[in-house]
């Protein structure tokens, strides 16, 4: 088992899977975490219990890698279920600011990264390398976006009530 990324993304879901990860997602209602399981998650399960799941995958090992863009108590968590030497990729905080305790990361060395795109375009070359790649699987039809809504850009209004309101499943493309 190479490692149980979760949280958030359908793209980072559909990469995970393409480079042979389990993936345990995570998501608020049982039609969410239909899609994350038809989207390819191995399992799909709640906030209330996926530390349950990556024990039960993992044989009590803990996971690699967790994917967390909700931050607060399932970050706390989510760091709790990673295996020594395993990483924690803060992608987003919805939910809350995280706040970790350091012993807790020293003790099990383990490692708490961000990740944000524009920080990987001031790096040119692996983003052409990576965007190339990725858009090379989307052509492939390997990869495939999830767009929730096609607005036109007079609705940015309702675009960010959808956003707001917890509603998007998928990006939402504003076209003029």
Request: aromatic residues 4%; proline residues 5%; contains cysteine.
């Amino acid at each position: 088992m190479r490692g149980e990324p979760r949280r958030r993304g359908r793209g980072q879901r559909q990469v995970a899977k393409r480079l042979g990860l389990t993936v345990i997602a995570t998501a608020s209602t049982e039609e969410r975490r239909a899609r994350a399981a038809a989207l390819g998650a191995d399992i799909a399960c709640g906030y209330d219990d996926f530390d349950e799941a990556v024990r039960r995958v993992t044989g009590d090992r803990g996971a690699d890698i967790v994917l967390d863009g909700v931050g607060g108590d399932v970050t706390r968590r989510s760091l709790a279920v990673l295996r020594p030497l395993g990483r924690l990729v803060l992608v987003g905080a919805s939910s809350a600011t995280p706040r970790l305790d350091p012993i807790q990361i020293i003790h099990r060395s383990t490692a708490v990264l961000g990740f944000h795109l524009r920080a990987l375009w001031r790096q040119p070359e692996p983003a052409r390398e990576a965007a190339v790649e990725w858009l090379g699987w989307v052509e492939a039809g390997a990869v495939r976006p999830q767009i929730d809504a096609v607005l036109p850009l007079n609705e940015v209004r309702a675009a960010h009530q959808r956003l707001a309101d917890r509603r998007a499943v998928g990006k939402i493309i504003l076209v003029p």
